[in-house]
């Protein structure tokens, strides 16, 4: 709760000091604002002329070769053109192609048309390049006097800066395929170096090739293997053959041989045997066995038998020799793909293994060589092929409006800057015023309650008449001087300032009026013998006075004055004279005192101020109480703080402080002390209600006493 309200009493200082220097700041903001206005009505007329671009990446407008990756937004590839559009390079040519050196040369007066670098710095003050942030679009606004001008530079810009995309792609691309070509033909150097090395090795190690690629002494190899699988199979028939007729006997063989060898000499014996025995048995069913014929018959037979079995005799030898044979050839062919194979592992080692390497190396060049020369041939195809790396959206035209200067924007910048620059001003001053400002001040500095606040522009409540609004205040004072007075009326007091004008003297007399009105015998006594003014006040001579009686020259009964306000009594200065000095700290003075309180409720004495002069600290240590006025923001706080300690040492009961002379309307921290009363106040009052009206305002004064 305390941390709150003490924000909230900052906030409301705050607002104090802008409310309470408002004149300061309306000052200052006004200068500030006449000032701006004025700049800117002289300032030449500025014209916008806008561009916009769609910047993409070097991607081909037609897919080719391969399907093109779709690139996402890349931001630094956006901040990268966006450099690149206000560089040298592109602001140079455009201003070559539109010939600005000598344009802006006859603008500017000069014979000669500007340099480059001079061109170049106007163009860049005059250039903004914007990019639409998650976008690819890119914005080239140019501000010149002239509106045409403005859009022809926007568009050339957009223009050179296109331009300038696609040939750096299209050299890019010229530059790669050159190094292509010189890779290119450095291979087919490295390819020939490789194939000459291929074809020296190959006649030096005496490498036989059928063919591309092929090696006679491994064609040989395999030939002899596949002659050594046949002539391993032959064998293996011939052996069963051989095996199957030699095992059989008798009938069984001559029945077998016609089918296992295929022999027609066989096969004839067979069948003439055959015919034979069926002639036979037929002969035999007529004749006898000794019949001539059948005889011849039964001759035949056996001779043909021993001729069949001679045959199948030599059968078996024929095919055992054949088998023989192919044994023979079998354990030839086994043997010479033996001696091969060793001999092809040794030509491997010695001969084909370097070979072999040397044709690697061919191949590999020679695959090398013909991806660059296919890579060459595709850089060719696709340079060919359009590309739209920036398309321009909008085209700039001619404004119809200047875009500066901003009169409006001009004026509302002058004025907050007006305002900042007075709020500041304002804040700065009010630190150095170190003067009383508020009641916080007084009870900080001082350690005084303040009994009455009285408003500005307040003067003789004689001349306002008793229906003042202002005589409420000097109610509420006089209402808090009884409540530090533990409820006891009357008594002798005096008002002290600190230095002259701060209105004492006013405040006592008004202070005397108003006690006056509410019933009390009141005597006011002109006791500042050196400026008296309490007699202007009341429009009565100050010829005699106080001098007078305390010089003894006259009884104090003929020098107090009756005035036309009832219960008001004077007693005028008198003339000051020459041996004054100490007049007010005799014994007389103290005598006068005790004597006018028992004939009074309340005695007022005037004094001067109590800085610089001794009769004030007199004064109050011989009357009752005494109160310090201090004036609103006249001050430094030094000085009141110094009149505080003075009262202090020369014992006088100081009961508080009148802050004088509060302008309410400028200062709202003390519009209530005023606003109630001031709409409120009544002609007549009793001092019953005064004092319950002023209760609530003095309460927390008179619980500090």
């Given at each position: ?12 200082d ?9 004149e ?27 561009a ?17 990756q ?7 590839f ?5 450099q690149?559009?206000q ?12 010939e ?18 001079a ?21 080239i ?16 810009v ?12 299209r ?11 010189s ?64 095992a059989?006997?008798?009938e ?26 069926v002639?036979?048995?037929l ?12 005889r ?13 079995a001679?045959?199948?005799n ?13 044994k023979a ?8 793909v033996?001696?091969?194979?060793r ?34 041939a595709?850089?060719g195809?696709?340079?060919?092929i359009?590309?739209t790396p ?20 001009n004026i ?51 001349e ?30 005096t ?10 003297s ?5 202070m ?8 009390d ?6 006791s ?6 309490q ?11 106080l ?6 020259d ?28 100490g ?23 005037d ?8 009769d004030?600290s ?14 609103y ?18 014992g006088a009961?100081?009961?508080?402080v ?36 002023a ?11």
């Amino acid at each position: 709760m305390e941390e709150s309200k003490e924000s909230s009493l900052h906030f409301l200082d705050y607002w104090r000091v802008i409310r309470s220097r408002k004149e300061i700041i309306l000052a200052v903001t006004l200068l500030v604002v006449l000032t701006g206005t004025a700049y800117t009505l002289t300032l030449p007329k500025i014209f916008m002329a806008e561009a916009r671009m769609n910047v993409r990446d070097d991607s081909l407008d037609v897919e080719v070769f391969s399907r093109q990756q779709t690139t996402l937004y890349n931001p630094f590839f956006m901040r990268t053109q966006f450099q690149i559009i206000q560089s040298k390079v592109i602001l140079d040519d455009v201003i070559r192609e539109m010939e600005l050196q000598e344009a802006w040369g006859r603008e500017m007066g000069e014979g000669t048309p500007l340099s480059l670098q001079a061109a170049r710095g106007i163009l860049r003050r005059s250039l903004r390049v914007e990019q639409h942030r998650d976008t690819t679009l890119i914005s080239i606004r140019v501000f010149r006097p002239d509106p045409s001008e403005a859009a022809e530079i926007a568009n050339k810009v957009a223009e050179v800066y296109r331009t300038y995309r696609l040939r750096v792609k299209r050299d890019e691309v010229l530059g790669g395929l050159e190094s292509l070509r010189s890779e290119m033909d450095n291979q087919r150097r490295k390819l020939e170096e490789a194939e000459k090395r291929l074809e020296a090795k190959r006649e030096n190690m005496d490498v036989a090739m059928v063919g591309r690629g092929f090696q006679v002494d491994k064609i040989r190899l395999q030939q002899l293997e596949a002659d050594r699988i046949a002539a391993r199979v032959d064998m293996l028939v011939r052996q069963a053959r051989y095996q199957q007729l030699d095992a059989l006997e008798g009938e069984d063989l001559l029945t077998a041989s016609t089918y296992i060898v295929s022999d027609r000499t066989l096969a004839s014996l067979r069948q003439q045997l055959l015919d034979t025995d069926v002639n036979l048995k037929l002969l035999l069913e007529n004749y006898g066995v000794n019949h001539p014929e059948v005889r011849r018959l039964i001759s035949a037979r056996e001779e043909m038998t021993s001729k069949m079995a001679e045959a199948l005799n030599g059968l078996k030898k024929g095919l055992q020799a054949d088998f023989e044979v192919a044994k023979a050839k079998y354990e030839a062919l086994e043997e010479e793909v033996q001696q091969a194979r060793r001999m092809d592992i040794e030509a491997e080692r010695d001969r084909y293994l370097p070979f072999e390497r040397a044709q690697r190396e061919v191949d590999q060049q020679r695959s090398i060589f013909e991806s660059l020369r296919a890579r060459l041939a595709q850089e060719g195809i696709e340079m060919d092929i359009p590309r739209t790396p920036v398309e321009i959206v909008d085209h700039a035209e001619p404004p119809q409006r200047h875009s500066s200067p901003n009169v409006y924007m001009n004026i509302a910048l002058s004025l907050f800057i007006g305002l900042l620059a007075g709020v500041g001003l304002a804040y700065f001053i009010e630190y150095l015023d170190t003067s009383v400002k508020t009641v916080d001040d007084v009870e900080r500095h001082l350690s005084l309650p303040v009994l009455g606040v009285i408003p500005q522009k307040v003067g003789n409540l004689l001349e306002e008449g008793p229906n003042s609004p202002h005589a409420e205040a000097y109610r509420v004072l006089r209402t808090n001087i009884q409540f530090s007075n533990k409820g006891m009326p009357g008594g002798t007091f005096t008002f002290v300032s600190g230095g002259a004008g701060e209105g004492k003297s006013t405040t006592l007399f008004n202070m005397a009026y108003v006690c006056a009105q509410m019933g009390d015998k009141v005597l006011i006594v002109d006791s500042d013998l050196r400026r008296p003014v309490q007699h202007t006040f009341l429009g009565m001579p100050n010829n005699f006075g106080l001098t007078n009686v305390l010089l003894r020259d006259v009884p104090i009964e003929e020098t107090i004055k009756a005035t036309n306000v009832p219960n008001l009594h004077f007693l005028p200065s008198g003339k000051l004279p020459r041996s004054s000095v100490g007049l007010l700290e005799s014994q007389r003075m103290r005598e006068l005192v005790r004597n006018l309180k028992t004939r009074y409720d309340y005695v007022f004495f005037d004094s001067p101020p109590i800085v610089g002069v001794s009769d004030a600290s007199i004064l109050a240590s011989e009357v009752d109480a005494a109160m310090l006025v201090v004036q609103y923001r006249k001050y430094p706080r030094t000085m009141s703080a110094r009149a505080k300690r003075m009262l202090d040492n020369v014992g006088a009961n100081s009961i508080g402080v009148v802050l004088n002379n509060i302008n309410i309307m400028r200062d709202d921290y003390y519009y209530y002390y005023h606003s109630y009363y001031s709409q409120h106040a009544q002609p007549e009052t009793t001092e019953g209600k005064e004092l319950e009206v002023a209760a609530a305002s003095g309460r927390r004064n008179v619980d500090t006493l």
